[in-house]
Antibody, heavy 118, light 113 residues
Framework: EVQLVESGGGLVQPGGSLRLSCAASGFTFSSYWMTWVRQAPGKGLEWVANIKQDGSEKYYVDSVKGRFTISRDNAKNSLYLQMNSLRAEDTAVYYC???????????WGQGTLVTVSS | DVVLTQSPLSLPVTLGQPASISCRSSQGLVYSDGNTYLNWFQQRPGQSPRRLIYEVSKRDSGVPDRFSGSGSGTDFTLKISRVEAEDVGVYYCMQGTHWPPVTFGQGTRLEIK
């Protein structure tokens, strides 16, 4: 059974940093692109970043470029999102998901809440 | 960037009646391999999104056959043949043809009338 479990969310002050983790199991993690998607309170879904199987390609939504870094450790079956220079508008539930053929997100985690507030 | 426009944004439906959600794209979604990477997701209250439909009309395992997807080019539709109480939630279309960025529609909230 495919499982994705996010962790690392919490309350952080504007300008602060946070590192999210996503533990994957039930599939060959190193064979799949992975993604982060976020959802601000009461709002819709917003794609944040994608990373290739070996980490050699990474793509970001414009609003997080230069502040967020997606990475992975295939030996640990883990995906990460390093978030720096956080802003109030980054407040959201952050989901990790598996990317299948055609850049579709077939399995999602339960999400972790990030709150940026003073 | 590809903009996906869903309508309606709110959809009150009587139990047992059909429902239909439209998703219109600002660009054609046929990829160079000939496939169209348009997906539909369901998000029930308090839950993570769940994929229902991929490549316009392919239903995910475990998705009831009352859900169907159709369309081509820039116009796509999710249909529910007979709405059940468990269908309450928000439905999103998403395109994976022209990325980055991956884009989602605004979401359509389905409620029971």
């Amino acid at each position: 059974e495919v499982q994705l479990v996010e962790s690392g969310g919490g309350l952080v002050q504007p300008g602060g940093s946070l590192r999210l983790s996503c533990a994957a199991s039930g599939f060959t993690f190193s064979s799949y692109w992975m993604t982060w998607v976020r959802q601000a309170p009461g709002k819709g879904l917003e794609w944040v970043a994608n990373i290739k199987q070996d980490g050699s390609e990474k793509y970001y939504v414009d609003s997080v470029k230069g502040r967020f870094t997606i990475s992975r450790d295939n030996a640990k079956n883990s995906l990460y999102l390093q978030m720096n220079s956080l802003r109030a508008e980054d407040t959201a539930v952050y989901y990790c998901a598996r990317v299948s053929d055609g850049c579709t997100f077939d399995y999602w985690g339960q999400g972790t809440l990030v709150t940026v507030s003073s | 960037d590809v903009v996906l426009t869903q309508s309606p944004l709110s959809l009150p439906v009587t139990l047992g009646q059909p429902a239909s959600i439209s998703c219109r794209s600002s660009q054609g979604l046929v990829y160079s391999d000939g496939n169209t990477y348009l997906n539909w997701f369901q998000q029930r209250p308090g839950q993570s999104p769940r994929r229902l439909i991929y490549e316009v009309s392919k239903r995910d395992s475990g998705v009831p056959d009352r859900f169907s997807g159709s369309g081509s080019g820039t116009d796509f539709t999710l249909k529910i043949s007979r709405v059940e109480a468990e269908d309450v939630g928000v439905y999103y279309c998403m395109q994976g043809t022209h990325w980055p960025p991956v884009t989602f529609g605004q979401g359509t909230r389905l409620e029971i009338k």
